[in-house]
T-cell receptor, first 112, second 112 residues
């Protein structure tokens, strides 16, 4: 069973659309994250979230919003998609108090 | 934001050669992690380091947490074709909670 799974793996959409990426982890972890990896492969944290606290990287536009229906899921919703949003988005999770993060396989978003 | 300087950016080596890469920062980190990313996949943890001066091995991989807590290196001995990928260092800052800061990655190519 995949520990951290993301859907869809590929997402192609038009500028201005709203889209969501789903993430689920079956590791029983308390904290989940979203990262953006640009074309130069640089990984940048977007959000850190557990059931008590949302930490937002201040450089993330407010068009991006994490939504967590329960502890095992953290979805990423993006409004009014822009060309610069094209990237690979990774979900990750970690246990409380531990710094090791486990990553999903990524969602490749292309905005046309 | 905080940055980790990872070098080299890329390496092209012959199978069987040893490889060394490192990360440095002007900030002090509490934890250093080394990840490997295969094409089309998410980063996978290789080695975790928790104490200054710690030297840890995982098969042909060896990593060290610098004494100053501002740097770390990863060595790969006797490289093989499946070592190909992007290697990332990641650090956890004292006041950053569970958030990790990633280096820019080292792209390793191995010629059989």
């Amino acid at each position: 069973d995949t520990a951290v799974s993301q859907t869809p793996k590929y997402l192609v959409t038009q500028m201005g659309n709203d889209k969501s990426i789903k993430c689920e982890q079956n590791l029983g972890h308390d904290t989940m994250y979203w990262y953006k990896q640009d074309s130069k492969k640089f990984l940048k944290i977007m959000f850190s979230y557990n059931n008590k606290e949302l930490i937002i990287n201040e450089t993330v536009p407010n068009r991006f919003s994490p939504k967590s229906p329960d502890k095992a899921h953290l979805n990423l919703h993006i409004n009014s998609l822009e060309l610069g949003d094209s990237a690979v988005y990774f979900c990750a999770s970690s246990p409380t108090g531990a710094y090791i993060q486990y990553f999903g396989a990524g969602t490749r978003l292309s905005v046309l | 934001g905080q940055q980790l300087n990872q070098s080299p950016q890329s390496m092209f080596i012959q199978e069987g050669e040893d490889v060394s890469m490192n990360c440095t920062s002007s900030s002090i980190f509490n934890t250093w992690l080394w990840y490997k990313q295969d094409p089309g996949e998410g980063p996978v943890l290789l080695i975790a380091l928790y104490k200054a001066g710690e030297l840890t091995s995982n098969g042909r991989l060896t990593a060290q947490f610098g004494i100053t807590r501002k740097d770390s290196f990863l060595n790969i001995s006797a490289s093989i074709p499946s070592d190909v990928g992007i290697y990332f260092c990641a650090g956890q800052l004292n006041n950053a909670g569970n958030m990790l800061t990633f280096g820019g990655g080292t792209r390793l190519m191995v010629k059989p």
